[in-house]
Every structure is written in C-alpha cells, then in structure tokens.
C-alpha cells in the first residue's frame, strides 16, 4: 500500500497530537494519532471476521466518528465502504443491500428495524467500543489507485438506486483539488451536519479538512440555534449546508445578533439557493457563495471566490485547478459563452462506474467525459450557472428525488386513476415533491389517506408535500403526460 491510500497513517506520524474529530454533543475529541489507531484495529477485528479486499462493509448510522472509523479501515483492508441513508424505507434498503451484498452491516440501535434479519449486522454498542480498543492492527493488503473505496448509492431515473464506485483516486484527486482550489489549511475548522451517507457529508469538506490537517466537528442532527452555538464554541472557518439548511439557521433567534468572525466562507450546496439567503448573509458583511456537485464527480467541481459571488450571484464560479468541464449542446457541439447545454466534467475525480450496471456507465461516461444531466451555462468571463436538469430529477433539501418512483407508487393505491410529480420552488426545501392525482370514478381519497399509503413505502423526503386533486392531466400530442404545461399552470 502506497501513501496515497492510506494517507491517514502519514497525517498521524507528521501531526499526531492534533484534534481530528470532536464529536458536537459529547464533546469528546480524537487526535489524529487516536484516529488512525482506532481505524487499525477495527480493520484487524474485520480481517478476523473474514473480510478482506473487495468485501463491502455498510454503516446505517447518523454522523458518528464510525463513518471515518469505517471509511479508513477499508483504505487499509482494500474493503469498499457503503455508508447507507438511512431515510429510505426498509424495502428501498433490501433493494441495496441485495445489490451490493455487504458482509457486514454496522448500524445504531436506532435503526435496527430497517435491516432485514439475514443481513450479518453489528450494532455500534459495547461490542464495537471494544473492537476498537482491543483489536489488533491489520495486516495492510495490496492496493492500486484504481480499487473502488468507496460503494454510493444515489436515486436512479427508474426508480432503483444506483451505486456510485468512487476508487481510492477518485477520492484522493477530490481532497486534492478542494483544497489547493479552496485554499483551505491545517488551521480550518468545519461542522458536518450533512448527513455522512452522502458525499456531500463525507467527501466535500470533511475528508478534505482531515487531510490538511484541520478540525471536524461533527453534529449527528442539524439545528439552526444549535449549529450556531457551535460554530461560535469551536471557532469555525468555513460552513457548508444545503439551502434548507441556511433558511433554518437564518430563521434562528441568535442569528441576528451572531457575528461569526471566525468564518471566512459560507457555502451551499445540493439545490439551487433562494437569494433570500443571499441578503441575509451580505446584510451582516459575511461572505456567502454556491457550488455545485454530484456523486459522480467527487464531489467538487467549482470554485468561486466569495467576493466574486456578490458580482456573480448564482454562479458557481470556474472549474477548480484539475478537472475540466465544458458545455454540451444537444446536437454535440459546445456551447458557446451563454448558450444553455448539458455540463459534462472530466478528470481524475470522477467515478469509476455504476456498481454492476456496465451499460449505464457506458452512456454516461462517453471519450472520458461524465454527462451529469445537468444543464448550465458559462458567460464570456468563464464563470458558469446552474439552468436546470435535462431529466425531471427534483432536489428537495438537498435530497435527491425522481418523480418515477413516486408516481409509481401513488398509482399503487386503489383509488388513483392517474399521477404525476414534479418539483415546484420553495423557499425553506429548494423544491418540494408535488404530486398531481387524478381519482378513479366511483372512488373517493383524501390526502390523508394518500401519504399514509406513501409512508409505507417511500422514504420521507420522496412523500409529497403538496397533494392537488385534478380531473384529468395535461397531455402532449402523442398522449404523454404534459409536465411543463402542469409546471407552468401549477406556478
């Protein structure tokens, strides 16, 4: 093993007394020496238990020092981390955990009931306390840059989730480009209230401030008022929520009077942001700015600086120092300056495939290019803006949803003669799930009854927040549902 994989090994040696992790609400800390002997001897106990290179390792927990625990172990053991959302139901889960077949499953007490009684799982309680301070260091397997770390599950356009491998480069090439783009240092301080299933949690800010050096605090439940206590107590540099998040923490009583000086960026992810936001942050002289990413693709992409993102507003700046992205019209040429395409995205970051799903990765890894779906645009100075999706995909909270799914299980219930689902804008949520539903003659349904049938089936971020009755759809010429002229009546 190089020191590129296990590179928390080379932090520990050259900073080992430096705090790593602090946990928000135990306050309890973690060197980075403590860190990397607490994910040497998880990965002994997991070799003892049989696992070895290739075997994928699942962790269903809120953010919990378990995720780096896991995450480092694999590095050494050549394992594949999955770490699970745990918001989806425990059918949606069954799907994954059948898909990617983990040997093992780590999960909270909290979240037993979503793991299905054959699935090898080890509650994180005494037993794993002690597999930490007891076991044994591994013996560290042969690793390329090239094995997948990684296992990602994101949504898929048919409703399925699908795994995103993210290889030992690909996570190297993200902590690399984020913080020579980003210009963070040893002296930067985070709090990661994303959730650590998503690599907005793990990969965007968390993994990069580790590797640099600095302080994670994490803080396993967002709220406004309590995340600006501790960004006050631990004195932290630079943030990043998702836009629901920020409209909770401005909404905040002590909002108004904090004046956060220790924080040098203010950054937003997963959805468009509302510039109600915006005013709140330049109202108080605090730099604020957006950026864009998938899974896919690290990840990070972008980087702008704040100053520029009040001249710029809703840019997400230009590409970061080693990745490069382009415009794609749909006839497959590029754009030119201000012309609207598809953002494609090229470098050492991006994925390695879809876990088991080969024709997919084909079509949309195309001459080395990813093809996110995403359509934006980049004006004569370079800097580039989110237009939309080419797909129908809706972002709510930063949570991924494809309307598909939900409308194939509203057209479950015995009473719905037709649905459809798309995303309208929100303030709070970026966009919340609105569904349309037309009810079979002779039936009668309440939205009452609709989201109890919902919730038995659907994660609770994917149930529909507005329901509307209607008595027929919008239609295209060839009899399709017509979603832009629904989107459009809806507005």
């Not at 480069?169 to 650590?196: A, E």
């Not at 990840?299 to 520029?308: H, K, R």
């Not at 890894?365 to 359509?375: A, E, P």
């Not at 494809?402 to 995303?423: F, I, K, M, T």
Request: aromatic content about 10%; overall charge negative; hydrophobic content about 40%.
């Amino acid at each position: 093993m190089s020191w590129e994989q296990d590179w928390l090994c080379k932090r520990a040696q050259l900073t080992p007394w430096n705090i790593a992790i602090i946990d928000g609400s135990t306050k309890e800390r973690w060197t980075y020496q403590e860190l990397n002997e607490r994910a040497e001897r998880l990965a002994g106990m997991l070799q003892q238990r049989g696992i070895k290179k290739g075997d994928r390792i699942a962790l269903l927990s809120p953010n919990h020092i378990s995720y780096f625990d896991l995450l480092f172990a694999a590095t050494k053991l050549g394992a594949i981390f999955v770490p699970l959302n745990w918001r989806l139901s425990s059918t949606e889960l069954a799907y994954i955990f059948s898909d990617c077949e983990p040997s093992l499953v780590f999960v909270d007490e909290i979240f037993i009931s979503l793991v299905d009684g054959g699935v090898p799982s080890v509650q994180l309680n005494q037993e794993y306390k002690e597999w930490i301070a007891k076991a044994a260091p591994c013996k560290k397997e042969e690793i390329s840059d090239s094995d997948p770390l990684l296992l990602i599950y994101t949504g898929g356009t048919t409703g399925l989730p699908k795994g995103v491998v993210l290889t030992h480069q690909s996570v190297f090439f993200n902590m690399i480009n984020t913080i020579t783009s980003w210009g963070l240092t040893s002296d930067d301080k985070t709090i990661t209230s994303l959730p650590m299933f998503h690599t907005g949690g793990l990969n965007a800010l968390s993994l990069p401030i580790l590797h640099i050096g600095g302080t994670v605090i994490l803080s396993d439940q967002f709220d406004g008022e309590k995340t600006i206590q501790l960004i006050e107590e631990f004195q932290c540099t630079v943030i990043l929520l998702v836009p629901t998040m920020y409209h909770l923490l401005i909404k905040a009583p002590s909002f108004k009077e904090a004046t956060f000086r220790s924080v040098h960026t203010f950054l937003s992810g997963g959805a468009p942001c509302s510039y109600v936001i915006y005013k709140a942050f330049q109202k108080k002289g605090l730099a604020f700015k957006e950026g864009y990413g998938l899974t896919e693709a690290g990840p990070n992409n972008f980087f702008i600086d704040p100053s520029e993102a009040v001249s710029k507003r809703g840019s997400v700046g230009k590409p970061m120092l080693y990745n490069e992205v382009k415009i794609i019209k749909e006839n497959g040429e590029e754009a030119d300056h201000d012309e609207v395409g598809e953002i494609c995205i090229r470098g050492l970051h991006v994925f390695d495939s879809y876990w088991q799903k080969p024709e997919i990765t084909t079509n949309t890894v195309i001459n080395g290019w990813l093809h996110t779906g995403d359509l934006g645009r980049r004006d004569k100075e370079g800097y580039f803006y989110i237009v939309g999706r080419k797909k129908d995909m809706i972002i709510t909270g930063g949570e991924n949803v494809y309307p598909l799914e939900v409308e194939h299980v509203l057209n479950e219930h015995p009473a719905v003669s037709e649905a459809a689902v798309v995303g309208l804008a929100d303030e709070k949520w970026g966009e919340v799930v609105s569904a349309f539903i037309v009810v079979k003659k002779n039936f009668t349904l309440s939205e009452e009854e609709l989201l109890a049938h919902c919730q038995r089936t659907l994660g609770r971020y994917k149930i529909p927040k507005r329901i509307t009755f209607v008595e027929e759809l919008p239609k295209t010429p060839v009899g399709k549902v017509d979603k832009k002229k629904l989107f459009t009546e809806a507005v």
